[in-house]
């Protein structure tokens, strides 16, 4: 269904508008925010998709990541999602801050009583961009691109890995890169789409690109003060390893070691120009 | 008292610092953020004070000013200070979001029960810097300049006002310029220095720059779409005529009207580049 607009903020020439909707995929109202930079005014403009990470709704990003200001300049419009469906009344869905509300982890749950609107996946690569192109004329349905951070760096590489003509470019801040090996992935995965493993490797990264079929360039960026990175959550030396066994030279990945950053949005933060640049130079190719 | 260092965060090639004190002026523990760009490992930095605006902490511009990123490339420190004392059992203290706690104005109260710790003037023009520069030696005592938003604008033109060779420039966000003749300043004037009007003129911007001797160079920014100036909270007209009415051709004051803008942090984030800049004319002069 179409959008109701709930705010629209001048930010940076541009505006962030502030959107509710009710999804089918997710059985529920769903807000997100939309930043349409200044050259949409008078021209179409690609758009960026920013996944958030656990706990986190389409807020976080838009006020703490610093990456309006980028937009602004290069002409892209990011939308900012929610991280799952809200208020479903289904038993156990506010028990955890990692599972449930706010921790959708991008897929299609398969498991009952989650299949009642945990579908993430298909809101986010389906009805958010279908009922975003009818409605705001300006934005390009071609050129789209996709960055998360954490839980949303898993969604933004999945995403992309499964979908490669539909996206631009990819790329992701401290990404749970290999969620079947690390607790908050297996935690997700085993309630989302129960006990059958085989199921699980579809919605990993490290997985997923080992059939990939070139090219990519995906940068990935982590910090070495990050403790989730630490406890092994994170794991994107798995997907390294996987994208350089794969032995296909179209296939670049270039994860990056950021000394001393941890996993906040001052992270985020420090290295939003060079996420938004990433995306620039596919989007505007 | 000397700090507590409760976290220490990786921000733009520099760090930002989580500082927890016992201060004198306000008889409590303070909190703050401290921004130290990269250039500071090596050489003496300025340093910039934040104060921020009604309801908030030192965290907010912090994680939501976009102030980070300019600050690391000018080689400026930034202070955010808390907007208050905090917990000190005062009756009615936490009754209002526009009086109390979160609501300090920058002046230090002469009415009772608000004098056993509502000093923030003092702790903001003394101890806070002095404690600051006593710990940090690589913020240069000689190269301060003041800035903030809304409550926190007031605080920026009221303390540069009354200590114009302490501070090397200021600007403004949306200040409350003409506090004794809007509610919000009528309020906690009322409440901190009792019913005699004339001490409130101490504590106002437009009464201040009338007796001021320049020269000055004061940059404020107002959004056209906010709410609180079409209330008359801000009335940024007074100030602006009380300089034009002084005559001196040395006290120059820019009034930016930003159309469409609100009171928000996106109106901050999207100007906080050229209140830098406007800072670091003077504090790398």
């Known amino acids: ?23 089918e995929s997710t059985s529920c109202d769903m807000s997100l925010n939309l930043y349409l930079p200044p050259q949409s005014n008078d021209q179409l403009v690609p758009v960026l998709f920013y996944l958030a990470g656990l706990t986190c709704t389409g807020d976080n990003g838009a006020e703490k990541g610093s990456f309006l200001r980028g937009a602004s300049k290069l002409g892209i419009a990011i939308v900012f999602p929610d991280t799952s469906p809200r208020g479903l ?13 706010g921790a959708g982890f991008y897929l299609n749950a398969t498991k009952e009583p989650w299949t009642k609107g945990y579908n993430m996946y298909s ?70 789409l129960g006990d059958d493993q085989e199921l699980w490797k579809e919605h990993d990264a490290t997985e997923l690109v080992k059939k990939f079929k070139g090219p990519m360039d995906i940068l990935i960026d982590v910090g070495t003060g990050d403790n989730f990175y630490k406890q092994g959550q994170l794991l994107p030396e798995n997907f390294d390893r996987a994208v350089k066994d794969h032995g296909d030279p179209s296939m670049q990945v ?13 992270f985020i933060s420090s290295f939003a120009d060079d996420h938004l640049e990433h995306a620039a130079k596919y989007l505007h190719a």
Chains 1, 2 share one sequence.
Not at 254 to 266: A, C, E, K, V
Request: charged share 20%.
């Open 123 to 192: 809101y986010i690569t389906d009805e958010l961009p279908q009922t975003l192109f009818k409605e705001f004329s300006q934005l390009d349905g071609g050129r789209m691109s996709i960055t998360g951070h954490s839980m949303g760096g898993h969604g933004a590489l999945t995403i992309f890995l499964k979908n490669p003509s539909k996206y631009k470019s990819c790329s992701a801040f401290a990404p749970i890169a290999n969620p079947i090996n690390c607790p908050w992935g297996q935690k997700a995965f085993k309630g989302y």
């Open 254 to 266: 270039t994860i990056r070691m950021q000394p001393d950053y941890d996993h906040s949005y001052f």
């Open 89 to 101: 009344d289904i038993q156990g869905e506010e028990d955890s801050w990692d599972f449930g509300t």
């Open 1 to 23: 269904m179409g959008f109701e607009t709930t705010a629209t903020i001048a930010s940076f020439g541009g505006k962030l508008v502030k959107l509710k909707h009710r999804a």
